[in-house]
């Protein structure tokens, strides 16, 4: 099919561009297309043959790649088949986009991995795949591929003897085992919204440093633009539902004069955060209602707090909150699937803002999730991208305990690999 299509687009290239100004636009408007195909393909190939190179900031990467390859394929059919733009037979664009469609699903969609990760960006509207499946369907069609070949022959443009479309068949975009993957995770959704509803409506205590001044002074004179702040509350019940200690992470923006030292207060990309700086919340997470910002001190209602600090944030600090400014419209993922851009959790929330970072990834039966103290436990590692800064643990009687590294090392010590531990 590949071999087809390449002596087709050859074919047709060579019939169809004299050395005219009009036809040179056209044959470069081909070669920058057919290098964003080349680019993406050579992606995807890499991401299919190791599946381990599949994590949070190659998603994130693949999500843009393909992204720009399908809007790359639209701008050129729209201007190769304009009549202005004199390039000849509108059999090069169909050519080309069969051609670009045939070659991704020979490696997107026969992988799983990938198929669902590719399904996924075409459900959220601002990555502008909304028709992309449509698209592939048109394009990967044997009645589509025939109708094509039929106009070629009324054009008399002949074909290489014994090139056929008979060895043509279309990759799904979605699979039996989809489905049932899809199944599961209704389920898992139905629970997990069912448990916050209780969660939100049984809460038994206030968290012991609620409005505890020594502790929050001591939290704001540590924390720095960018930094991960950890939350466990033993009084409610979503503590329990979530593996190892830490029940949530959230970032801390900053102030205005840190943020106007970084260089990043009066750009663009951080506009969402600007109102709800000035207003003091300068906490950003995710929970199950949504994106949401509050202050520290409202953030305090818990039992205990750790601070970290992911290495190069700052120098990293324009690309962290260009990347945190494309997450705001999202909504919670209460299937917790790690590999979905679409919906995500607080700690994917990080992950796929924080850059090329190795984050850990536990495998359930069907899918890959992140907890809070995947994120954190990073500190623990070789060589760690990510370093502790604080640890308070409140106490009954209002008083908190200000733990060290070797305390907090401790939270982890079953889960890290012999390999990484310091």
């Known amino acids: 099919m590949k071999n087809l299509i390449i002596m087709l687009l050859s074919l047709l290239t060579t019939q169809c561009f004299a050395v005219s100004t009009d036809e040179l636009l056209c044959q470069k408007r081909l070669t920058e297309?057919?290098?964003?195909?080349?680019?993406?393909?050579?992606?995807?190939?890499?991401?299919?043959?190791?599946?381990?190179?599949?994590?949070?900031?190659?998603?994130?990467?693949?999500?843009?790649?393909?992204?720009?390859?399908?809007?790359?394929?639209k701008k050129f059919m729209t201007f190769y088949e304009d009549d202005r733009?004199?390039?000849?037979?509108?059999?090069?664009?169909?050519?080309?986009?069969?051609?670009?469609?045939?070659?991704?699903?020979?490696?997107?969609?026969?992988?799983?991995?990938l198929r669902r990760i590719v399904e996924d960006f075409t459900t959220y509207k601002d990555y502008g795949l909304?028709?992309?499946?449509?698209?592939?369907?048109?394009?990967?069609?044997?009645?589509?591929?025939?109708?094509?070949?039929?106009?070629?022959?009324?054009?008399?443009?002949?074909?290489?003897q014994g090139i056929t479309l008979a060895d043509s068949v279309r990759k799904s975009i979605t699979t039996i085992g989809d489905i049932a993957i899809k199944a599961a995770g209704v389920v898992i959704i139905s629970v997990a919204k069912l448990l916050g509803f209780i969660s939100d409506h049984l809460i038994f205590r206030g968290g012991r440093l609620h409005d505890n001044e020594v502790a929050l002074n001591l939290i704001q004179n540590q924390l720095k633009p960018l930094d991960l702040i950890f939350e466990k509350r033993t009084f409610v019940i979503t503590n329990y539902t979530i593996p190892g200690n830490w029940g949530h992470v959230a970032i801390w923006l900053g102030t205005k004069k840190e943020l106007q030292e970084l260089g990043v207060w009066n750009q663009p990309y951080f506009a969402p955060f600007r109102a709800q700086v000035l207003a003091g919340n300068s906490i950003l997470e995710i929970r199950k209602k949504g994106v949401n910002y509050v202050p520290l001190n409202d953030f305090l209602n818990l039992d205990e707090i750790a601070v970290t600090r992911i290495k190069n944030a700052k120098e990293n600090a324009e690309s962290i909150f260009h990347e945190l400014s494309l997450q705001i419209g999202k909504r919670y993922d209460f299937q917790f699937d790690a590999h979905t851009l679409s919906k995500i959790t607080c700690a994917e929330l990080i992950a796929f803002s924080f850059g090329d970072i190795s984050w850990p990834q536990n495998k359930t039966l069907f899918q890959n999730i992140m907890r809070p103290d995947d994120i954190a436990v990073l500190t623990t590692y070789k060589n760690p991208q990510e370093e502790f800064i604080?640890?308070?643990?409140?106490?009954?009687?209002?008083?908190?305990?200000?733990?060290?590294?070797?305390?907090?090392?401790?939270?982890?010590?079953?889960?890290?690999?012999?390999?990484?531990?310091?």
């Not at 733009?85 to 991995?113: E, P």
């Not at 640890?391 to 390999?419: H, I, M, R």
């Open 33 to 73: 297309h057919l290098a964003t195909v080349d680019s993406s393909q050579q992606e995807l190939t890499s991401l299919a043959q190791n599946p381990k190179k599949i994590n949070t900031y190659a998603i994130s990467q693949l999500q843009k790649n393909i992204t720009q390859r399908f809007l790359s394929l």
């Open 85 to 113: 733009s004199n390039c000849g037979s509108f059999l090069v664009s169909k050519a080309v986009a069969i051609y670009d469609f045939t070659l991704f699903g020979n490696v997107a969609l026969v992988n799983s991995d």
């Open 130 to 160: 909304l028709d992309f499946i449509s698209s592939y369907k048109k394009y990967t069609s044997n009645k589509y591929i025939d109708h094509i070949m039929n106009e070629i022959k009324d054009e008399a443009t002949k074909l290489p």
């Open 390 to 422: 604080l640890y308070l643990k409140g106490k009954k009687d209002k008083t908190f305990e200000n733990l060290d590294f070797d305390q907090w090392k401790a939270l982890y010590k079953t889960k890290v690999s012999p390999e990484n531990r310091k």
